[in-house]
């Protein structure tokens, strides 16, 4: 490989793992798995290695975690969060090739590290790698001033309000009466309270979360503390950044404080003095970790004496003191038997893997999901193949690459298109890829698959709330004809109901129910939630209507702004939103650089004039929609997905149905803030608020007294902000507020506003 070959092989990883930083640190989702992702970064930085003069400090091998979120508020750390520095286990054929122990890599890193201390009189601590988001708290003379995300290792998300919610979190610590100390840790979800969570998100008609990291992650980064209270998120301390008027000369002595100040620590922790210790250690915890309560893939390794900390200092990205060594993740090889292709309640295709059963990581695993046709593309999967299995964070089953050594002579390579004929597997209606897209989908809104998954979305916990419409009810619903639309829902009659017949359910032992009655009890319970819900409000129901890329946030958004469905029909501010996107794309794919570019100058200027109107076009309708300041969920795609809903003929068969059961879904949140219509009373009409601290009373009271008052509730203090009410405990947003010259009120100021 010569450098241009190289250089090209490394931008093409860079931008890679630039993506699936983007996706694990912003968004906390994920497309490949842990050892994928290393597999590129080792890729990387031995290119890297090999070809000095293309080292980039802004290369992902250079980067410290992922970038702060704009949504929230910024802290500086006082000590940099820095990563720690990977070290992994030899694959099997590193092994078998070269005659080493799988822990090589790691015994090669203390022989470094004895030379770098040039002191035999220094021990190890080693502990879990837990799965899971590290965060680190600030407490000042006892009290807790902030919380926050490692962000880019320098400055983190403020995610005060979200870690109170945690409940082994104290806001005050009794033996820390003087100074500041920041504790650092590692916020997870347990095994078991994930799968719960998953489930509840899957009855409720919610997208799945991959694995327990990216659920904590997704949770950590929500606006809204009343939903991270509702998760079951834990945390363990590990280790300490700031720390004044306390010195702990080793981590065994921050360990003793832990228990001391009864915080929570993990129970597994070896201190070590020799490599035959380390290795015995790191065999111990391979076998202990599989019976862990949480998602571990590797030790945690330190040295214990702080006074070599300083020493050994540092490098951009890690510790020269810590490490962390990974086991290879546990594979198995079985046979791809089939491909099948679930529907949606989007009408979104999923191929899913069945496989010839294989015990792994504890559980027997006869599925995995193969995400979509690129995916299946990439790794070059087929049916008859032999599939290497692996456990991501040792709960979700993926099909890691294929053993083409076993592949049969005779196999094909796989097409979503190609496999079903071009039709839905449910249906037999045409299936699609939109532009934009890489998921293909159905085209018939009436597709039993997809009203089966229709019916439980709508009857979900966050829609319309429909007490014993699970899925195996909508699926009888759907085979016997009974539903053609979810809004036939209240045409049931609760007699038939109650008798209706389900359909055997699989059980976790594997075998078959028998099947089963509905019952009076439930029937009953169905039947009153369906009157219910006929006074729900307008975002309710425009979420439970499964509109393709319109989600929770952007339903709230829509009736804040609209009053009732028939305004959101005959929108002029949805109208003037999708102009906005249309031209906003068209000046994306048409920059000035690349008009000024085009030989031919008449074809040149006109296209710089059309570029320049555009300009000013989107100037213009942003006047227009800046009094509304209408969140970024509500954007083009979403505006433009909700008005083709509503003219399509499933759209239209919704309002006709509506109207037919005469409901009329109204805002509870309506508040548009329009600078040319400001009514009496709505005296803090278009303020912006921050609430923060320990209260009176819940937050949610204030929020809907502000709101019903003309104010919007924010999550971040900004130079936008107007007041910020504050309560006890207040913390970094205060502090800034204060900076900002905010109005910052109490709760006694916030009742004398009021009544003036």
């Not at 590797?298 to 020269?320: C, Y």
């Not at 069945?354 to 046709?373: Q, W």
């Not at 045409?491 to 109650?498: F, M, R, S, V």
Request: charged residues 30%.
């Amino acid at each position: 490989m010569n450098t241009n070959e190289a250089n090209l092989k490394i931008n093409e990883l860079r931008k890679l793992l630039l993506y699936h930083n983007k996706l694990y640190y912003d968004k906390g989702t994920q497309e490949i798995n842990d050892s994928e992702y290393d597999e590129l970064m080792i890729e990387l930085r031995m290119l890297e290695n090999m070809y000095p003069s293309l080292v980039d400090d802004k290369s992902p091998s250079k980067m410290v975690g992922g970038s702060p979120l704009k949504e929230f508020s910024q802290v500086v750390h006082p000590v940099k969060m820095l990563s720690i520095e990977d070290i992994h286990e030899l694959k099997e054929e590193e092994i078998n090739s070269k005659g080493l122990s799988p822990e090589s890599n790691l015994t090669e890193w203390y022989h470094k590290l004895i030379s770098s201390i040039n002191d035999l009189d220094f021990s190890l601590t080693v502990e879990p790698k837990i799965d899971g988001v590290a965060v680190t708290i600030l407490y000042e003379n006892g009290t807790i001033q902030y919380a926050a995300t490692r962000g880019d290792g320098s400055t983190g998300d403020d995610i005060t309000q979200n870690i109170l919610t945690i409940e082994s979190i104290p806001s005050e610590i009794k033996n820390l009466n003087e100074g500041k100390v920041e504790l650092r840790g590692e916020v997870y979800m347990a095994n078991k309270d994930f799968e719960r969570l998953n489930e509840s998100r899957e009855k409720n008609g919610e997208t799945k979360f991959i694995n327990p990291r990216n659920a904590t992650a997704g949770t950590l980064k929500q606006l809204d503390p009343n939903i991270v209270s509702k998760r079951p998120l834990k945390l363990i301390f590990h280790s300490f950044g700031l720390v004044e008027n306390n010195k702990f000369s080793k981590l065994q002595d921050f360990r003793q404080f832990l228990i001391e100040s009864k915080l929570p620590f993990d129970s597994w922790y070896r201190v070590i003095k020799d490599e035959k210790n380390l290795t015995k250690c790191i065999r111990e915890l391979n076998h202990d970790r599989h019976t862990f309560p949480y998602a571990t893939d590797g030790a945690v390794i330190k040295v214990n004496e702080t006074k070599h900390h300083d020493r050994l200092g540092q490098t951009s990205r890690f510790p020269k003191w810590a490490c962390a060594y990974k086991y290879k993740p546990e594979q198995g090889q079985t046979k791809l038997k089939a491909i099948t292709i679930q529907v949606g309640r989007t009408g979104v295709l999923t191929p899913v893997a069945e496989l010839e059963p294989i015990f792994i990581s504890g559980t027997t695993v006869s599925r995995a999901t193969l995400h979509n046709d690129d995916e299946i593309r990439r790794k070059d999967i087929r049916i008859g193949d032999t599939v290497i299995i692996e456990k991501s964070g040792e709960i979700i089953p993926a099909i890691i690459k294929v053993n083409k050594e076993k592949r049969p002579s005779d196999t094909k390579p796989f097409n979503i298109y190609d496999f079903l004929g071009g039709i839905c597997p449910s249906c037999d209606s045409k299936i699609v890829k939109e532009d934009g897209f890489i998921s293909w989908k159905c085209t018939n809104g009436s597709c039993p698959a997809l009203l089966a998954t229709s019916l439980t979305h709508f009857a979900g916990r966050k829609m319309l709330d429909l007490d014993g419409l699970g899925s195996s009810l909508a699926e009888t619903l759907v085979t016997n004809k009974i539903i053609k639309h979810p809004l036939e829902l209240f045409e049931l009659d609760e007699e038939k109901l109650a008798n209706l017949e389900l359909a055997p359910a699989n059980l976790a032992s594997g075998q078959i129910s028998k099947p089963r009655r509905f019952g009076e009890k439930k029937a009953k319970k169905l039947i009153q939630s369906l009157i219910r819900a006929k006074e729900l409000p307008l975002s309710k129901w425009l979420f439970a209507m499964g509109i393709h890329n319109f989600g929770e946030s952007a339903a709230n958004e829509c009736s804040r702004l609209h009053n009732n469905l028939s305004e959101i029909i005959n929108s002029k501010l949805i109208e003037k939103i999708i102009q906005r996107w249309n031209i906003e794309e068209w000046i994306k794919s048409n920059s000035l650089k690349k008009i000024k570019s085009i030989k031919e100058e008449t074809n040149r200027e006109k296209n710089i004039t059309t570029y320049n109107s555009n300009r000013q076009q989107v100037d213009d309708i942003n006047k227009i929609l800046g009094p509304y300041n209408i969140a970024s969920e509500l954007g083009g795609v979403a505006c433009k997905s909700l008005i083709a809903f509503f003219n399509s003929v499933n759209g239209k068969f919704t309002l006709e149905k509506l109207d037919k059961h005469n409901i009329e879904p109204k805002s509870d949140n309506y508040n548009p803030i329009n600078s040319l219509v400001v009514s009496d009373d709505k005296k803090l009409h278009g303020s912006s608020w921050v609430i923060t601290g320990t209260l009176t009373k819940p937050r949610e009271h204030y929020k809907k007294t502000i709101e019903e008052l003309g104010g919007k509730v924010v999550n971040s203090v900004s130079k936008n902000t107007n007041y910020l009410l504050a309560g006890n405990k207040a913390g970094s947003k205060l502090s800034k507020a204060e900076k900002l010259n905010v109005n910052i009120l109490n709760e006694e100021d916030f009742l004398i506003l009021l009544t003036q």
